[in-house]
């Protein structure tokens, strides 16, 4: 554990591919410890944590706690109803537009 920062500065970088899905339904993220603390996540050392138990360990615990979030989901009509009324309102003053315009894309030589 580590005290909170007063000025914490930017945050760290970091991607996912579920950024465009997320502003036209309700999404699920979850981070688990695969390898250790401060150690950069492009290098090595993570990659080879893959073959070993720390990240045997933090797999297995997604795994459990992605599948029993999606048993929740489909067993619960009114748990799918409280996500989808709380992202509504949580996005009903937001306009999504992609940043790759509607239709098909341009091919060379077309004069659209």
């Known amino acids: 554990m580590e005290p909170f920062l007063e000025e914490p500065g930017d945050p760290e970088g970091g991607s996912t591919d579920v950024a ?18 401060e150690t950069s996540w492009h290098a090595w050392p993570v990659v080879a944590c893959g073959g070993m138990s720390i990240g045997h360990k933090g797999m297995n615990y ?4 992605l599948a029993a979030s999606m ?9 799918r ?8 309102e949580q996005t009903k003053d937001a306009e999504y ?3 790759i315009p509607n239709g098909p894309p341009p091919l060379p030589g077309d004069q659209r």
């Open 20 to 37: 465009d899905v997320s502003w036209v339904t309700p999404t699920l993220h979850l981070s688990v410890t695969t390898a250790p603390a």
């Open 62 to 65: 997604a795994a459990k706690a």
């Open 71 to 79: 048993v929740d989901l489909f067993t619960k009509a009114n748990l």
């Open 81 to 88: 109803a409280e996500i989808r009324a709380e992202f509504e």
């Open 97 to 99: 537009r992609g940043y």
